[in-house]
């Protein structure tokens, strides 16, 4: 088990607004990445939080995870920083998916447009 750990964290994320309150766009979003990218979505839970003071009527952000058979993706949006964290791990059991992992990646950077990133990749699993 040689995985890729791949993070990242944005803010400024130019994408339309409701993106970071609403899962479907995101949701669609990450999907296509992953099986474009030749990654196997198996599951999916998605949860929106409810606003901190309902009263204001400020929108709130939500997690997400896709469970893929190579390891998992998980989003989660702050709309009221307009930022988003990101995480794409893939195991490598039988197969190098590292590739994918950086192409799925990139692609969800592209079209969150963020105005700053900050990226991390971490080599996971290497106990002997």
């Not at 409701?18 to 474009?36: D, I, K, N």
């Not at 997400?64 to 920083?81: F, K, Y």
């Not at 992992?101 to 700053?116: H, I, N, Y």
């Amino acid at each position: 088990m040689n995985g890729l750990h791949l993070t990242a964290d944005l803010r400024g994320c130019q994408c339309p607004a409701h993106w970071l309150t609403h899962s479907e766009p995101l949701r669609t979003l990450a999907r296509s990445a992953c099986e474009q990218a030749g990654l196997t979505v198996v599951s999916e839970h998605w949860h929106r939080f409810q606003p901190a003071d309902e009263a204001s009527g400020a929108q709130s952000g939500f997690t997400g995870v896709l469970l893929l058979a190579q390891s998992h993706l998980a989003l989660h949006t702050w709309p009221e920083l307009s930022g988003a964290t990101l995480d794409v791990y893939v195991c490598n059991y039988g197969a190098d998916d590292s590739g994918k992992a950086r192409a799925v990646m990139d692609r969800m950077l592209v079209e969150m447009r963020a105005e700053r990133v900050e990226r991390h990749a971490v080599s996971r699993g290497g106990l002997a």
